[in-house]
């Protein structure tokens, strides 16, 4: 079993709908966890981290962890063609090393 | 935020020679440096753990003699793919975190290894 499960999708949506986007994890050392964002051949981008369980909001991005269900989500809000890129999860110990997801690939259609 | 650069951003070398990738974090300190190692449509698989100025931490199946890393200074780390083969070409990608505080990683743009 993976420590990150993510649906790999792809997953297409009409601009303008809320994204949903999951992953969950195994290990429960986990304190912090990511959301990266990845256009084709680039590196990752940092979107949203939470420490523990909770929710954070920046602006349509909001990011959601529940650690007693070992679950991570991902909500944007009014979404738009240029939010089409792959999301990836990833969770982190004390040890500073981040174990990604899969990866969800996600487009937004016009 | 901070910037990482990671050149070359493509690179095509010929079988058996060897290629050196570089991670500059631009504007910040980074103890640690990360290599990933990224295949088609798929997650980042962390290669090793490079902290400054002592050997890097190779993760379970990674050859340490074939993926040479070098943490010289606080701003940059090196990776050297050694007598390189077609199954190394792949997407690497290399990460710095600042000093203290919280696991924020900031990642370079990736480099695109071909070897024919």
């Known amino acids: 079993q993976k420590e990150v499960e993510q649906d790999p999708g792809p997953l297409s949506v009409p601009e303008g709908a809320i994204v949903s986007l999951n992953c969950t994890y195994s290990?429960?050392?986990?304190?912090?966890f990511m959301w990266y964002r990845q256009y084709s051949r680039k590196g990752p981008e940092l979107l949203m981290y939470?420490?523990?369980?909770g929710n954070k909001e920046d602006g349509r991005f909001t990011a959601q962890v529940d650690k007693s269900s070992k679950y991570i989500s991902l909500f944007i809000r009014d979404s738009q063609p240029s939010d089409s890129a792959t999301y990836l999860c990833?969770?982190?110990?004390?040890?500073?090393?981040?174990?990604f997801g899969s990866g969800t690939q996600l487009t937004v259609l016009p | 935020g901070a910037v990482v650069s990671q050149h070359p951003s493509w690179v095509i070398c010929k079988s058996g020679t060897s290629v050196k990738i570089e991670c500059r974090s631009l504007?910040?300190?980074?103890?640690?440096m990360f290599w990933y190692r990224q295949f088609p449509k798929q997650s980042l698989m962390l290669m090793a753990t490079?902290?400054?100025?002592?050997?890097?931490?190779?993760e379970q199946g990674v050859e340490k003699d074939k993926f040479l890393i070098n943490h010289a200074s606080l701003t940059l780390s090196t990776l050297t793919v050694t007598s390189a083969h077609p199954e190394d070409s792949s997407f690497y990608i290399c990460?710095?975190?600042?000093?203290?505080?919280?696991?924020?990683?900031?990642f370079g743009q990736g480099t695109r290894l071909t070897v024919v």
């Open positions: 990460s710095a975190t600042l000093q203290g505080g919280y696991t924020e990683a900031f």
């Open positions: 290990n429960s050392a986990f304190q912090y």
């Open positions: 939470t420490y523990s369980s």
């Open positions: 990833a969770g982190s110990g004390s040890a500073r090393q981040l174990t």
């Open positions: 504007d910040f300190q980074a103890t640690t």
């Open positions: 490079s902290n400054e100025g002592s050997k890097a931490t190779y």
